[in-house]
């Protein structure tokens, strides 16, 4: 394979992608002088049109995708999008409104939002919703204040929010950052939170119990009911981590299993893929008790018009600019309105389906640390090609890629060793599912007959096996390689 160049490497001076004909009406040059004109960029590629796209479009034909093919990162529900969705808001009503607009001008788009937040609080059993988060981590950070502006209108914050050892990385980082101390809850046998550890460790002392549910684990925490009433005859409150909804979505709702505020991740379940760097959308359902804590502005609607709503002397205040990106919730409503609720409910069952499924073809191939029946994820473990062959889930992953397929998720849930975290998700065909299944068991038999082949992957790719960490530690910022 030819290594492609950096854009810079390709430049020479005077290349330009255009030309235009040459002035002929009085030039306005120098107008905008003084001001924020850059006369001139240092180094700034000089390229053709031709040289550009062909840069760019190589490029991305060394990346994988999820139009390319299957994309099982566990937990990150990174499936198919319909582009009728992103073509939706392509349209000029939503895409060229100026965020400052007066809202007489954007009544439509006040309405989007209104509805997205009726829409929602159907779907989750909530009674409000807040739109704002730009993603998932911050759905929880603002889920975790209004848990303190709770306790505090209450009296005291509190002082402790208690988190199952499976959970996601975010959830401790947030109940730390809105000032609580984090305290560990240990999962049972069947991967899911202890009860008896539960009951110890829920005082009066604690503002809130993070849960995932369906957990990473791809388990459903059955005892749900029970927790809640665990969590609520102490005062505290239950906060779920919504991220997992695909597994749920038209089957269950948090609400009615006794949550008290959750986040979700539109962009996972709702029509915008996860990762890429975002944009995306992590909106916070609550219940009526953390309605008036919610962050302004809240879109409220007068007879006929809608308004934004600063007047809310209890709100934790404004947690993002505007009113959250907006196109990102105009796409994930463009995408429940197109399934409708019998849509919305398939996603959930073709998701955990699909899981099950996959669990089913390398059950016994693969070790599996828990014997409970899978939601929207199966989290596998390299234990028996590592124990026999000293094969890693890394080796595993690597491989995968010589065989078209994106790794699952790795090294997650922290309390399974070398975990293959696998979410397939709803989009995927059975065919799609059993080439998955195959090149997994391919990998398996190569474990056992050729080891030093997965040692060695990925072997069809343009770079190969990479170091994991030289990057973050030696970082190179000059695009100059000779000066390196
Ligand atoms: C993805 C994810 C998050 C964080 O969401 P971001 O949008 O990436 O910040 C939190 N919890 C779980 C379970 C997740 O899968």
């Not at 034909?61 to 392509?90: A, E, F, H």
């Not at 007489?104 to 997205?116: I, Y």
């Not at 409150?237 to 695909?246: E, I, K, W």
């Not at 997994?440 to 007959?449: C, G, H, L, N, P």
């Amino acid at each position: 394979m030819i290594r492609e160049p950096l854009i810079f490497e390709i430049s020479a001076p005077g290349k330009t992608a255009f030309t235009l004909p040459k002035l002929d009406v009085p030039s306005n040059a120098g107008v905008l002088d003084g001001l924020a004109v850059r006369p001139d960029i240092p180094d700034f590629p000089q390229v053709s049109e031709v040289e550009v796209v062909r840069h760019f479009t190589r490029l991305s034909q060394q990346n994988y995708c999820v139009d390319l093919g299957l994309y099982p990162l566990g937990s990150c529900t990174m499936k198919y999008n319909p582009k009728v969705n992103d073509k939706i808001v392509t349209f000029p009503g939503f895409a060229e409104t100026h965020p400052l607009a007066p809202a007489e001008t954007v009544q439509g788009n006040f309405e989007v939002l209104h509805r997205m937040e009726r829409m929602l609080c159907e779907i989750t059993g909530f009674d409000a919703f807040t739109l704002q988060p730009s993603a998932g981590a911050q759905g929880e950070l603002v889920g975790i204040m209004l848990v303190r502006a709770y306790h505090e209108a209450k009296g005291i914050p509190r002082k402790y929010v208690l988190i199952p050892d499976s959970a996601h990385g975010t959830n401790p980082s947030s109940a730390h950052l809105s000032g609580y101390e984090v305290r560990e809850i240990k999962s049972n046998a069947s991967g899911r939170i202890d009860l008896a550890a539960l009951e110890q460790a829920m005082t009066e002392e604690v503002a809130a119990l993070m849960v995932t549910n369906p957990n990473t684990l791809g388990v459903f925490e059955s005892d749900i009911c029970k927790i809640a009433d665990i969590v609520h005859g102490k005062g505290g409150l239950l906060y779920m981590d919504g991220a997992n909804m695909n597994a749920l979505a038209g089957i269950a709702r948090p609400g009615d299993f006794g949550v008290d505020v959750l986040h979700l991740n539109l962009h996972k379940t709702f029509a915008t893929p996860h990762g890429g760097g975002g944009p995306g959308s992590g909106p916070v359902g609550v219940k009526k008790i953390l309605e008036p804590f919610l962050p302004v502005p809240v879109v409220k609607k007068k007879g006929a018009e809608y308004a934004l709503d600063f007047d809310r002397p209890r709100s934790i205040g404004r947690v993002r600019s505007f009113y959250g990106n907006f196109l990102v919730i105009v796409k994930a409503m463009a995408y429940i309105l197109s399934l409708g609720p019998k849509g919305v409910r398939e996603i959930a069952e073709i998701a955990v389906l699909n899981a099950n499924y996959i669990r089913k073809g390398l059950e016994g191939v693969y070790d599996l640390q828990y014997g409970t029946a899978s939601m929207h994820e199966v989290v596998f473990s390299d234990k028996i090609q590592k124990d026999a062959y000293g094969v890693t889930n890394l080796d595993i992953a690597k491989r995968l890629i010589d065989y078209g397929f994106h790794p699952p998720t790795m090294s997650f849930p922290l309390i399974v060793h070398g975990a293959l975290m696998i979410e397939p998700t709803e989009t995927e065909s059975r065919r799609d599912l059993d080439q998955f299944i195959e090149a997994m068991k391919t990998i398996a038999r190569e474990a056992a007959e050729n080891a030093a082949v997965l040692k060695a992957a990925p072997h069809q790719t343009y770079v190969r096996r990479l170091d994991e960490t030289a990057a973050a530690r030696n970082p190179i910022v000059t695009w100059e390689r000779d000066k390196v």
